[in-house]
């Protein structure tokens, strides 16, 4: 079992910027994909951003440019720097762990993000 503890979420306005960082209960390893996602009210769950254990980064058309993943491994911490925040990013964000190896999945308990026009 993984704990994922997301924070950084807040109210900033459209412009603005703001860090996630998700922090892992153990040492992530070569075998875990670490993603963030995004939910808004009314909408499903869309992935916004993924890196590999070999730091090989996708990201979801609408956040290109201006979000950037990032992982610590030695903290056991997943980063997501948004700049140019939009009022269409609000949303709760989401850290998951994927394990390649057993293929289980983990998530947080996410944590808020609201952009201001």
């Known amino acids: 079992q993984v704990q994922l503890a997301e924070s950084g979420g807040g109210l900033v306005q459209a412009g603005g910027s703001l860090r996630l960082s998700c922090a892992a209960s153990r040492s992530i390893t070569s075998t875990d994909v670490m993603d963030w996602y995004r939910q808004a009210p009314g909408k499903q769950r869309e992935q916004v951003a993924t890196i590999t254990s070999g730091g090989l980064r996708n990201y979801a058309d609408s956040v290109k440019g201006r979000f950037t993943i990032s992982r610590d491994n030695a903290k056991n911490t997943v980063y997501l720097q948004m700049n140019s925040l939009k009022p269409e990013d609000t949303a709760v964000y989401y850290c998951?762990?994927?394990?390649?190896?057993?293929?289980?999945?983990?998530w947080g308990q996410g944590t808020q993000v609201t952009v201001s026009s």
């Open positions: 998951r762990l994927r394990n390649t190896w057993t293929t289980y999945s983990y």
